[in-house]
């Protein structure tokens, strides 16, 4: 997974679509926010592929899909997000691999920010910050998760 890629589409289009959403400039504030959504979908899908071994709670499609599930996604951003770094963490330890632990308070942390974050977005200002700040959290987690993948071995047996 190109991190620099996926970090920084998440970290630039990401917080600045929400920044101009913030200030007003609707139009391509919505543009650049859904371009860093969909490549963070990517990374995503990407991410659980990695760790497919008849073990994990979801197939990479699913995990992606069932996002768009009115209503479901609510229950099912826990699963997608805070579930790979659980999953991820089951998958070192079931193949003998010692690497660093996905940190899962926060996946669990972003997954809590988000449904927050629905809450708040019809309070002026509030729901703006919410929104950079869901933003910044992802950027961490998007580091985190390009680092993990990226330095699974190839081949585990």
């Known amino acids: ?18 920044v101009l959403v913030a200030v007003g400039q609707l139009p391509l504030g919505v543009v650049l926010s859904l371009y860093a959504g969909v ?3 990517v990374m995503w899908y990407r ?3 990695a760790i497919q071994d008849d073990h994990a709670r979801t ?3 699913k995990a992606v899909g069932f996002l768009f599930i009115p209503f479901f996604n609510l229950y099912w951003i826990f699963q997608a ?8 963490n089951s ?3 079931r193949h003998g691999i010692s690497m660093s632990q996905l940190p899962t308070g926060l996946f669990l942390l972003y997954c809590i920010l988000i449904l927050v974050s629905l809450l708040m977005q019809w309070i002026p200002v509030v729901g703006s910050v919410m929104g950079i700040i869901n933003w910044v959290v ?20």
């Open 1 to 18: 997974m190109d991190k620099r890629f996926y970090l920084g589409s998440v970290a630039i289009a990401g917080i600045l679509g929400s």
């Open 39 to 41: 490549v963070a979908l």
């Open 47 to 49: 991410a659980w592929t």
């Open 59 to 61: 197939t990479p499609g």
């Open 81 to 88: 997000f805070w579930g790979f770094a659980k999953d991820y």
């Open 91 to 93: 998958y070192l330890s």
């Open 138 to 157: 992802l950027v961490v987690i998007v580091s985190r998760v390009c680092d993990a993948v990226n330095n699974l071995p190839q081949t585990t047996e």
